[in-house]
């Protein structure tokens, strides 16, 4: 094995400085100011967020990682309106948000499509919701049905279809509502391996389509770095960007980048940010083999 | 073939499987059922009088207890007479299942001893007339305050304590209670029947709604449902196979107050013709009834669970009995 020099993760080749130019020009989408979240327990309060800004521009891909309990899932439903913040601001278009709506699709790590409801009247739901005709809602939904390519499956029910199939289903009845932005907490954690890239190059194909702006919960590195224009890596007790990382890899992405300088680069650093190196050697074990996961040639 | 073992926990049998050991399920006690019957020696504790011989109290076909017919048979021999003869046979509680099975059709056909009584069908019909209005009006109310108890935290408050406390107050002992307010003909059957089913109808409901995935009503409401939508287009559709499910196993509750019921003022339907006939002591009628009751209600079970198929398409794809 021979060792490669890997290029600072800061770098980046003119066109991408280029794309990231165009991406703060565009209106911001979602503002996040100054985002507390405290639950109290009967073992006293415990900080789930503490002091999140950020900004999410027009039809970017955001990525949200960070290890397991650090405030991921609580983030994303105080975007979605599910919960509610301790203190602090969620702006949509600039408008402050409170409460669930159909400007905001999500689409959750568990499947919850409805099972009683045929894979089409799932996407209709939204739109029949709005008060939309029924003969107007089944016709956009077919539509939406198509473009995740289940047009097979419109009359199937839920229980019927794979998990990736479920997810497709998922992210097309949030889609349908046209969101702002689409908020999905680790819609992929519960898949194999192959059925979960298949579904991250879709998910890209759907988003370069259409004009989308997408927050992606993710633990996954490779997932991160393959979908995202920006990561916003979380730190744990309690969850406090730890830094925002402009993604140097070039667009359009394809799994063959996974083992590209840049790709291997911004994945070291977050590596580093997730699981800090200690004093414990034990730590320091683990860290290796994380650094030789899928991909990696890259001797720690 | 079979290599899967019968006894794997958790894992289903394979559908020849399932029909032998239904059959069996029922052949089983019939076995027994038949052994005790037709075997002499296996029970028997009685002596049928077929002569009476020189026994002054003996008649033909009285029925006495062994001990007693050989007691009287020495005394007899002793005095030199003639000795009675006999067959051993069971109780008259007891009747062999040929007996009964001609008891199903000739209950079916003999005519009701006085004009005012009922033909077996009639009393029939009508105990199932009682559990239909007992149910229908237990449920018209209970499914509702069910389904709002267990989707508002506020309605359960105020509901379900009550409740809890009431179910444990056995249904029967409102019967005098309710002959006095209503009557003694159907009213106070059907409101025992209510009664059995309400309280404990409104708890499983709620339960079951309770039990439905918080995950729908958020999905639901990142859709933009709004909440009389959540509680129509979610929780309702949501929990309709499980509240079916639920249904049928009340259903068969409630017809375990039938008889208690039926007691009640004016004694009525199928137990007014099984007290009737165990007052002339044909108990092979008595048993025959009591198996009409069953039949009955597994049948009413069997057509449910199929039309439940049938209603709910989504639940067939799924691995749900
Ligand atoms: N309803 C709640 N009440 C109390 N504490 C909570 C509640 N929800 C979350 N928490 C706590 O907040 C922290 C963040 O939880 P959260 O589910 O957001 O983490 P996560 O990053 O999504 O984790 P995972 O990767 O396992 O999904 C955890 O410590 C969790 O115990
Ligand atoms: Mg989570």
Redesign the pocket.
């Known amino acids: 094995m021979t060792r490669i020099e890997l290029p600072s993760y800061l770098e980046q080749s003119d066109e991408v400085k280029a794309r990231f130019d165009d991406i703060k020009q565009r209106e911001v989408i979602l503002e996040l100011k100054d985002l507390h979240k405290v639950?109290s327990?009967a073992k006293g309060d415990?900080t789930?967020l503490k002091n999140i800004n950020f900004k999410a521009h027009r039809r970017e891909f955001v990525c949200v990682i960070?290890a397991?309990?650090?405030?991921?899932?609580?983030l994303i439903r105080i975007l979605a309106g599910l919960e509610s913040a301790s203190a602090g601001e969620v702006l949509l278009d600039g408008k402050p948000v409170s409460g669930p709506g159909p400007d905001r699709g999500m689409v959750f790590q568990g499947y919850t499509l409805f099972p009683w409801l045929t894979v089409k009247k799932n996407v209709m739901f939204g739109l029949r919701s709005q008060g939309m005709s029924t003969f107007t809602a089944e016709s956009e939904a077919l539509q939406w049905i198509d473009l995740v390519g289940l047009d097979k499956f419109a009359d199937s029910y839920p229980d019927q279809l794979s998990g990736g199939m479920k997810q497709r289903v998922a992210i097309a009845r949030a889609l349908a509502n046209k969101p702002r932005i689409l908020l999905m907490d680790?819609p992929y954690g519960a898949l194999d391996a192959q059925t979960r890239s298949k579904m991250q190059s879709y998910l890209l194909q759907i988003w370069h389509n259409i004009d989308i702006t997408v927050l992606f919960i993710t633990?996954d590195l490779d997932e991160a770095i393959y979908l995202a224009d920006r990561i916003l890596v979380l730190k744990s007790h309690p969850?406090e960007v730890e830094e925002i990382i402009e993604v140097p890899v070039p667009r359009p992405r394809d799994p063959d980048q996974f083992i590209s300088p840049e790709f291997l680069a911004t994945r070291k650093r977050i590596d580093e940010l997730i699981h800090p190196p200690s004093d414990d050697g034990e730590d320091d074990k683990l860290n290796m083999i994380r650094l030789t996961r899928v991909g990696d040639e890259v001797e720690p | 073939m079979t290599s899967t073992p019968w006894f794997a926990p958790r894992v289903a049998l394979s559908t020849k499987r399932t029909r032998v050991l239904t059959i069996v399920s029922f052949l089983l006690p019939l076995l027994i059922w038949s052994a005790v019957s037709y075997v002499p020696f296996l029970w028997h504790p009685k002596v049928v009088v077929v002569d009476p011989g020189d026994v002054s109290y003996f008649k033909v076909d009285m029925l006495v207890d062994r001990e007693v017919f050989k007691n009287e048979s020495l005394k007899v021999e002793e005095a030199g007479k003639t000795l009675p003869t006999g067959k051993r046979a069971n109780p008259i509680y007891l009747p062999a299942p040929h007996e009964v099975a001609k008891a199903f059709v000739t209950s079916f056909t003999t005519e009701p001893q006085r004009r005012s009584e009922q033909w077996l069908h009639e009393s029939l019909w009508h105990s199932i007339t009682i559990i239909f209005w007992g149910f229908t009006l237990s449920s018209l109310i209970g499914v509702p305050i069910g389904v709002l108890c267990g989707t508002y935290a506020a309605v359960s408050r105020i509901h379900e304590p009550f409740i809890e406390f009431f179910r444990y107050l056995p249904a029967p002992a409102f019967g005098a209670l309710a002959v006095a307010i209503l009557g003694i003909y159907d009213g106070p059957k059907i409101a025992i029947i209510f009664i059995g089913t309400f309280f404990q109808q409104v708890l499983i409901v709620s339960n079951t709604t309770r039990k439905l995935d918080i995950s729908l009503l958020e999905a639901a409401l990142t859709l933009g449902a709004k909440r009389m939508q959540l509680l129509f287009k979610v929780v309702i559709p949501g929990i309709l196979p499980d509240l079916f499910r639920d249904l049928r196993i009340l259903l068969g509750w409630a017809w375990t107050y039938l008889i208690v019921a039926e007691l009640i003022g004016t004694s009525s339907g199928i137990t007014w013709f099984i007290t009737q006939q165990a007052r002339y002591k044909n108990f092979d009628n008595v048993f025959a009834a009591i198996m009409m009751i069953g039949i009955i209600g597994l049948l009413s079970d069997i057509i449910l669970a199929k039309l439940g198929k049938y209603i709910f398409p989504w639940e067939r794809s799924a691995n749900k009995a």
């Open positions: 639950f327990t415990v789930a960070g397991s309990g650090c405030g991921k899932s609580t680790e633990h969850g």
